[in-house]
């Protein structure tokens, strides 16, 4: 048996996004049958030509969950509903589906798993089905895995896409909206970046501190604020906080500029701070950070720590008002002070 897998790729920029890609058929059992198969020849408009049904009447479908707090029903109606109007046109055969999610006897269970494992030799898989061409395929209860990490829309387009493959599409195949290689996916809602007392994959953090004049004064500053947030910084951020300066800038977690112009603020003395990361649920929100970027410009060198100081906190997700007592109200002389002691 060919099966079908829906394949999760997360991309690492300043708005966040995720996507999926739809690997290419693997072998699930020792049947020999091509990699990439070619059962009919789309027309211009989509449809193809009409064939026989290899389920041969009605297909009742069940529902098997691994968490009993969400339900799914919803979710699989109006998937099955979609290929119910849709597989004349591009399966080439009408289907009928009963949905009895506590089916004693279905035709089709439909897994919703923690973890896709059952596409072999595919990591990371959001969904796996059978790619079913004729009746000889089928062996009563067919299943198909779905990822369980998924809003209701992402999952009911792996629903889709993983019923396709059980109608005998592939990823040629009409319509692409929903058998392409690739598809945009957000998971379930997740606490903002913001909502998390450490919004970083952990808590050891590497620095990269840019080219500046007066250097190893410069890099005493910024060890002193390392230092405070690394003891905790008055109890605003986690107490196993760590951080090691590298050399290697683009592996940096924070990066420590000092450039001529303030990108936020062109022609001016002070700071800019900007966090990257990345937006799985696609709320417009970040959930994790990956990057924070310091911009100094133009200030005297003994307050470099408390600019970097301040920016550390924003990038642990605190908000003005959260923020450790020596970076909340301080005066030009406080920021040249010993604020750290």
Known sequence: MNWRALMLVVCLVLAGCAGAQFDR????????????????????????????????????????????????????????????????????????????????????????????????????????????TEAAQISRPMQIDVDDSFSNESTILILKHELGHTLGLNHSSAPQSIMAAEAALASRPLPDASERDLPWADASFTVYLGQTDDRQAVKEQVRHALDYYADGADGTVPSNVSFTFTDDRSAADVLIRFPDTLPCNPGSSGSCGGVRGTDPDHDNALEQYDRLTISISGVDTDAVGWYVGYWLGYGFGLEESELAPPFQHASARDRRSDWWK
């Open 25 to 132: 058929t693997t072998t699930h059992t020792a049947t020999d049958r091509p990699t990439m198969q070619g059962t009919r020849t789309a027309t211009e408009t989509g449809t193809v030509a009409d064939r026989s049904n290899p389920w041969g009447g009605p297909v009742t479908v069940a529902i098997n969950t691994s968490d009993g707090t969400r339900g799914y029903t919803d979710d699989v109606r109006r998937a099955l509903d979609y290929w119910e109007r849709h597989s004349a046109k591009y399966a080439g055969y009408s289907i009928q589906y009963e949905l009895v999610p506590d089916a004693e006897n279905p035709d089709l269970v439909i897994n919703f798993v923690d973890s896709v494992e059952s596409c072999p030799r595919v990591d990371h898989a959001v969904g796996c089905a059978p790619y079913i």
